[in-house]
Nanobody, 123 residues
């Protein structure tokens, strides 16, 4: 059974950093695109960042570019999201996901999802 489990969320003040991690199990995703999405209350789930299976190509939502960094460890089948200089508007549930596409920012092109981890940024 495929599982994606996020960790690392929490409550922080504006300007702080958090590192989210996503552990996968049930199969290897070393040749898949891995991504992060987030969903704030009352809003749609939005793309945050993605990384190609090689780890060399990364993609970011403009709102997080320069502050967030996505990385992966194919040997461990994990993906991480380093979030720096957090802002109150970053508050959301963060989800990791896996896509069979070469690269994707579209929610409906991701096949597997975690349950999410809450990130709350206070002003």
């Amino acid at each position: 059974q495929v599982q994606l489990v996020e960790s690392g969320g929490g409550l922080v003040q504006a300007g702080a950093s958090l590192r989210l991690s996503c552990a996968t199990s049930g199969r290897s995703f070393s040749t898949h695109t891995m991504g992060w999405f987030r969903q704030a209350p009352g809003k749609e789930r939005d793309f945050v960042a993605a990384i190609a299976w090689t780890g060399y190509s990364t993609y970011y939502n403009d709102s997080v570019k320069g502050r967030f960094t996505i990385s992966r460890d194919n040997a461990k089948d994990t993906v991480s999201l380093q979030m720096n200089n957090l802002k109150p508007e970053d508050t959301a549930v963060y989800y990791c996901a896996v896509s069979r596409r070469v690269s994707s920012r579209l929610r409906n092109e991701y096949d597997y999802w975690g349950q999410g981890t809450q990130v709350t940024v206070s002003s």
